[in-house]
């Protein structure tokens, strides 16, 4: 039979393969420099330390995704024309975006210190908010690199501004600068990304000019923003209310639980979102390949998510006396709780990847004033229970908005919500044998110490997980389908 792949697809394939690599790659470093930052920061610093970061923090992170992009990334990535003119508008905009919520967060400190009855948070707003000019500086630098494709060059990027930050943030914490450090650390970040994006992007932003079309790209950012504000908003939530009610130090616990627990999901979670989004924008004209790039990214993503999750989730308690210390042992509940709410991550971020693809932006958006509302009233009946509870609230309201959003947000689009669910089941399958087997594995094991329980149930976990990928025909070919992706890497360039 003739091979009816065509040398443009074979070639897009290998870009995005390679982009995929690349990125994964760079997420591998910056995990491992997060990973290592957090074990030692928190033996360095106290929960509080970390509870009082995060009263602004939750802030800020609203800010900036209200503020700073304004949607422009995708709207770039995802526009067939883009003029040079168009360019230097979106580069103003995002600077000026940038510099007004630096001095909108130095401007509200006064207000946030006094809702938290904490008057150091002044301090420390101030100190965070030029993080947002260095973003604005950056936005339309990385947005052109993505789409041009040069995955790798962002994955760079990524990887140093990481880095550079945890390297920062432990090196104050030895000199004692206590949580002075963690509030270096994003600032620190946010330098490093716009000085390596202006170092490896050539292009060079003129002056503004009037009538060059900005009107569209601000439509389709103005969704993608609201959508994006309100959902962090929902995320964000649930500090606000723990930060009030229960107190930094309980703040400290939960974040902390919730880091560890999305370190290793934006590992897979974010790889594959920088590079489908804009490989899915160039396919939005052709359904059929539309659905089978996408159904094999989602597949990827639900293997490489649910097991390990349903380990970490079987493991918890030894994983916090690991990583964190005995100081840090009421984390271990929150882990469990909010694990059961990251298995809905792949999904809300794969509707996400298709609706931004398609240009669906309205109904992102409209769909966020529905959820959105719905989550923050979980979290404040959930609060009457105390910090466990907003997590038991979460990992709830989570699993409902799943159920009911899918089909909203995917309405006209090549997916749908049985196509997904036929790109999940078999993960998800198998990650449950392998929380079972590695908390079966975990109590036989109860008088060995906490680092080699993690070792040996793990492994017994995965085994099982490989034993059932082999004798599985199905699960097997979607594994041997992933790993003609990566022999894909290693193809002459057609």
């Not at 994964?24 to 420099?33: D, E, I, P, W």
């Not at 001095?103 to 809702?115: K, V």
């Not at 962002?154 to 509030?183: E, P, T």
């Not at 997904?420 to 399958?429: E, G, M, N, T, Y």
Request: proline share 4%; glycine share 8%; aromatic share 10%.
């Amino acid at each position: 039979m003739v091979s009816t792949t065509t040398p443009k697809e074979v070639e897009l394939k290998r870009v995005s393969a390679l982009g995929g690599a690349h990125t994964v790659l760079a997420q591998g470093v910056c995990y491992a420099a997060q990973m290592v930052s957090t074990v030692i920061l928190a033996r360095l610093l106290t929960p509080r330390d970390f509870g009082l970061v995060a009263l602004v923090t939750s802030i800020t992170s609203m800010l900036g995704y209200f503020g700073v992009d304004l949607g422009l990334t995708d709207a770039t990535i995802q526009r067939k024309d883009l003029t040079r003119a168009q360019s230097n508008g979106l580069f103003w905009i995002s600077v000026c975006s940038g510099g007004f919520f630096a001095l909108a967060t130095c401007a509200s400190a006064p207000a946030l210190a006094w809702f938290y009855r904490e008057p150091r948070l002044v301090l420390i707003s101030v100190a965070i908010a030029p993080s947002f000019v260095f973003q604005g500086v950056a936005v339309q630098h990385l947005a052109l690199l993505s789409r041009e494709m040069r995955f790798g060059t962002v994955a760079m990027i990524q990887s140093v501004s990481i880095v550079g930050g945890a390297v920062v943030a432990i090196g104050a914490a030895l000199l004692g600068a206590g949580y002075w450090s963690l509030v270096a650390q994003p600032v620190v970040a946010a330098l490093g990304s716009a000085l390596a994006a202006w170092s490896l992007n050539r292009w060079r932003p003129g002056l503004p000019t009037r009538g060059v079309g900005l009107r569209s790209f601000l439509h389709f950012g103005r969704n993608v923003t609201m959508f994006n504000f309100l959902n962090q908003f929902a995320r964000s939530f649930d500090k606000i209310v723990i930060g009030r009610i229960c107190g930094a130090a309980a703040l400290g616990y939960y974040t902390r639980a919730a880091y560890l627990l999305l370190l290793p999901l934006g590992q897979v979670i974010l790889p594959f979102g920088k590079v489908l989004v804009p490989v899915l924008s160039r396919l939005q004209d052709d359904r059929e390949r539309f659905r089978n790039y996408f159904c094999k990214a989602l597949n990827a993503a639900a293997f490489g998510i649910f097991i390990p999750v349903a380990a970490l989730m079987a493991l918890s308690d030894d994983v916090i006396l690991v990583l964190l210390g005995p100081a840090w042992k009421e984390s271990a509940l929150l882990f469990k709780v909010l694990a059961l709410s990251a298995l809905t991550q792949p999904l809300f971020s794969a509707v996400t990847w298709v609706a931004t693809a398609q240009g669906k932006t309205r109904e992102m958006r409209q769909w966020s004033l529905v959820s959105a509302p719905l989550i923050c009233a979980a979290f404040l009946v959930g609060a009457k229970w105390g910090v466990v509870g907003v997590a038991a609230s979460y990992t709830v309201t989570s699993y409902t908005i799943q159920a009911f959003g899918l089909n909203y947000l995917l309405g006209g689009t090549p997916i749908n919500s049985r196509t997904i669910l036929a790109s999940v089941w078999r993960p998800a399958f198998i990650s449950a044998l392998v929380f079972l087997g590695a908390s079966l594995c975990s109590h036989w094991t109860a008088a060995s110490g906490p680092l080699l329980r993690i070792i040996i149930a793990s492994l017994f976990g995965f085994l099982l997980a490989a034993g059932a990928v082999a004798s599985w025909p199905s699960a097997r070919k979607e594994v041997m389908g992933l790993w003609a992706t990566f022999k894909l890497l290693r193809s002459p360039s057609t």
